[in-house]
């Protein structure tokens, strides 16, 4: 069965460092999302692309985070500087499209702790 | 934001029994979604109920939308211990194509 990939599964960073994330979606899949999820909580949307577009990036902190999806496939998820609120599980997620009666399917998401 | 709340926040039932989370939500909604997660893992779909929609089953699970009272359930029937996980609603909204997820229920068996 098709999966969601995520590199790296753990990342440890000391905070002002840069950190990277990887997604690779399930092929075919033209929605791609990033989440935050923070210890106790639900997942909060980042950023959604369509094929190579952001369709929303309202909650992404765009100070010190970008994303891109050059292709229209992967993805990249990047922090800089990292700060120590950052700490938490980072998801992607893919669907088939955007409309409101498609699942969506999560990679195992990357740890991130900052110190 | 959270758009749904799930109750109660955690749960804990011998093997066997029946499980019943709720979750309320604050808009109207095109559909609601429950989702599973196991410790430090990413989520999976359990099942999609529509807005037109009351209940709907899906194996050991029954899910109820009451969009008059803006809530939902999802009843896991005969649990085992590989139901424990966490559970959480997602609210897809109209005017928009994104999810919201609650806060999740947490959810334990009991051998």
């Known amino acids: 069965e098709a999966e969601v990939a995520q590199s790296p599964r753990y990342k440890i960073t000391e905070k002002s460092q840069a950190v990277a994330f990887w997604c690779d979606p399930i092929?075919?899949?033209?929605?791609l999302y990033w989440y935050r999820q923070i210890l106790g909580q639900g997942p909060e949307l980042l950023v959604q692309?369509?094929?190579?577009?952001?369709?929303?990036d309202s909650q992404l902190p765009k100070d010190r985070f970008s994303a891109e999806r050059l292709k229209g496939v992967d993805s990249t998820l990047k922090i800089q500087p990292a700060e120590l609120g950052d700490s938490a599980m980072y998801l992607c997620?893919?669907?088939?499209?955007?409309?409101?009666?498609?699942?969506?399917?999560f990679g195992p998401g990357t740890r991130l702790t900052v110190t | 934001s959270q758009q749904g709340e799930e109750d109660p926040q955690a749960l804990s039932i011998q093997e066997g029994e029946n499980a019943t989370m709720n979750c309320s939500y604050k808009?109207?909604?095109?559909?609601l979604q429950w989702y599973r997660q196991n410790s430090g893992r990413g989520l999976v779909h359990l099942i999609l109920?529509?807005?037109?929609?009351r209940e709907k089953h899906s194996g050991r699970l029954r899910v109820t939308l009451d969009t008059s009272k803006k809530s939902s359930s999802l009843l896991i029937t005969a649990s085992r211990a590989a139901d424990t996980a966490s559970y959480f609603c997602?609210?897809?909204?109209?005017?928009?194509?994104?999810?919201?997820f609650g806060t999740g229920t947490r959810l334990t068996i009991i051998p």
């Open positions: 808009t109207s909604i095109n559909n």
């Open positions: 997620a893919s669907s088939w499209a955007m409309a409101s009666g498609y699942e969506q399917y």
């Open positions: 997602a609210t897809h909204n109209f005017g928009n194509e994104k999810l919201t």
């Open positions: 092929s075919g899949h033209a929605t």
């Open positions: 109920i529509r807005s037109n929609e």
């Open positions: 692309f369509q094929d190579e577009s952001v369709v929303d």
